[in-house]
């Protein structure tokens, strides 16, 4: 699911040592996508603005906070894709009079263990962050490392 820094600080990773402010603001970055899901659930791209706005409000905040926005911000956006194609193919099987099929059943039972895999992890990411560990998680993080160089060179 994800990565975890084992041989590195936070303080070793981001040359300092997050205050209470920041950590609380980079937890918030996770907890943003949860909240949004269950205010616009069918709509998939309310948790992805979320996110975004999000991460636009602290963009200029300390490398810590604007990290971990990010991630924040990939791991919806990777999420989006597949809850787009579930949502439109929901609308034109009940608009459209076609069939749910085998495929579409398959399709949405597989979208709806990979949210709940990710709400889990977000709901663990929100947590650990906000106790100032760094946490990545796979493909996500490499994408976030290409934006914000960090002196994380050995990650697990």
Same mark, same amino acid.
């Given at each position: 699911?994800?990565?975890?820094?084992? =041989?590195?600080?936070?303080?070793?990773?981001?040359?300092?040592?997050?205050?209470?402010?920041?950590?609380?603001?980079?937890?918030?970055?996770?907890?943003?996508?949860?909240?949004?899901?269950?205010?616009?659930?069918p709509?998939?791209i309310?948790?992805?603005?979320?996110?975004?706005?999000?991460?636009?409000?602290?963009?200029? =905040?300390t490398?810590?906070?604007?990290?971990?926005?990010?991630?924040?911000?990939? =791991?919806?956006?990777?999420m989006?894709f597949?809850n787009?194609?579930?949502?439109?193919?929901?609308?034109?099987?009940?608009?459209?009079?076609?069939?749910?099929?085998?495929?579409?059943?398959?399709?949405?039972?597989?979208?709806?263990?990979?949210?709940?895999?990710?709400?889990?992890?977000?709901?663990?990411?929100?947590?650990?962050?906000?106790?100032?560990k760094?946490?990545?998680?796979?493909?996500f =993080?490499?994408?976030?490392?290409?934006?914000y160089?960090?002196?994380?060179?050995?990650?697990?």
């Amino acid at each position: 699911m994800e990565h975890i820094q084992t =041989s590195m600080t936070t303080t070793q990773i981001f040359g300092y040592k997050p205050v209470d402010s920041e950590l609380e603001r980079a937890s918030n970055s996770y907890l943003m996508s949860l909240v949004a899901v269950l205010g616009g659930l069918p709509l998939p791209i309310v948790n992805l603005l979320a996110s975004v706005f999000f991460y636009l409000g602290n963009r200029k =905040s300390t490398l810590f906070v604007k990290w971990h926005c990010l991630q924040a911000l990939f =791991s919806q956006l990777g999420m989006f894709f597949f809850n787009t194609v579930g949502f439109w193919w929901t609308i034109s099987i009940i608009f459209d009079d076609k069939k749910a099929t085998n495929q579409y059943i398959a399709y949405m039972i597989t979208i709806v263990i990979f949210n709940l895999i990710e709400f889990i992890a977000t709901l663990y990411l929100a947590i650990q962050t906000r106790k100032g560990k760094h946490i990545e998680m796979y493909f996500f =993080s490499d994408i976030t490392n290409l934006f914000y160089k960090t002196n994380n060179e050995n990650t697990v």
